[in-house]
């Protein structure tokens, strides 16, 4: 679903970031290992881990030599399912059709870069949107997807009220704060990390409520890091030192956002020209990263496979997805 939104989006190409990658360090003349990452989208919040690991040198600790790159048109699974990229990011949701089929692609969750679903729904303050039932006769900004409509249609219809009395406008919302301002919509699906953010640092009031907290169902892992299961079977090692020095990145942002939202700017300097809500986002999302888990990274088998079964049972894939399919923690530090 964030994929279809992205893609409406018209942004420049931006160019393609370098960096080291953590683990052991190898021997003295020794070529570090290549690996190429691929995001989702342009660099974020949600990356800053990963860019923290390339500037405080823990993937070059490693012996590891890291590109990051920007997605293709069809998106980081293609990508590292084709092996191009050994690792990249992808989402719960919409990594699922990719694991079906005779056309499945050799693709696995293997980190889970936030551990809880932080999206929801974000309205006007004071116009009764502060829950599901009261989007009745309200203009909610769609993509028209079929797995966004059934989990706004569960939700709805959790709280008592009626789907139908929504009001699906079909929009590809690129700025949240102006298409609430303006009354275009009434309410829009955000990553409340950053476009609630967003509102807050503009000055606009808003009600907001979360899936998670309506259903737990939707409390599903978005984003995941993803890697090639090729390269998993051959190179598990390797695959585990780019986890370890990954997680030290997201540890450092998570302990150090001020300083990690600097690190992404740095790298990502067409992010300066919002450079309060980038701090503020990394502020938010430093509580997000780990937040009630062990350890950075971690999945939990019980919350992933109840999203997939919720899929299933709603007819939103083309075949049930067996519990235990596409995420791993075997290649997270201990």
């Known amino acids: 679903m964030k994929k279809k939104r992205l893609a409406a989006l018209a942004l420049a190409a931006l160019m393609t970031l370098t960096g080291c990658a953590a683990g052991e360090k190898p021997a003295a003349g020794q070529a570090k290992e290549k690996i190429t990452f691929v995001l989702d989208w342009t660099p974020n919040t949600n990356h800053t881990g ?45 990594m699922a059709p990719a694991l079906l089929g005779d056309n499945a692609l050799p ?14 729904i ?14 009745e006769g309200k203009k909610y900004a769609t993509w028209d997807l079929d797995v966004e409509k059934a989990t706004l249609k569960q939700v ?56 998670a907290d309506i259903d737990p169902v939707f409390d599903y892992y978005t984003p995941v890091i993803i890697a090639n ?9 390797s695959a585990k030192a780019f986890l370890s020095a990954l997680s030290k990145g997201y540890g450092f942002a998570a302990q150090n956002p001020e300083e990690a939202a600097e690190i992404l700017m740095e790298a990502a300097p067409e992010l300066g020209s919002s450079r309060e809500l980038v701090v503020e986002s990394q502020k938010y999302l430093a509580g997000e990263y780990i937040a009630d888990a062990a350890r950075w990274g ?18 939103l894939v083309s075949q049930p997805i067996p519990a235990g399919t596409g995420f791993t923690n075997d290649y997270l530090p201990g």
């Open 50 to 94: 990963l860019y923290a690991a390339i500037a405080k040198g823990y993937f070059d600790e490693a012996g590891l030599e890291v590109e990051v790159v920007q997605p293709p048109d069809d998106g980081a699974e293609v990508l590292v399912g084709s092996g191009k990229a050994q690792f990249g990011v992808s989402f719960q949701d919409t």
């Open 107 to 120: 693709i696995t969750a293997v980190a889970a870069v936030l551990q809880h679903n932080t999206s929801g």
């Open 122 to 135: 974000v309205s006007r303050a004071g116009e009764g949107m502060d829950t599901p039932k009261g989007l």
């Open 156 to 211: 709805v219809e959790v709280d008592q009220g009626d789907f139908s009395k929504v009001e699906l406008i079909p929009s590809s919302v690129t700025d949240e704060v102006s298409a609430l301002e303006s009354g275009s919509v009434d309410a829009i699906w955000i990553f409340y990390g950053w476009a609630g953010i967003a509102c807050q640092v503009a000055g606009l009031d808003t009600d907001y409520f979360a899936f």
């Open 229 to 237: 299961n090729g390269y998993l079977a051959e190179h598990p090692e």
């Open 298 to 315: 971690e999945f939990d088998a019980a919350r992933w496979d109840a999203f997939y079964a919720w899929l299933g049972d709603n007819g």
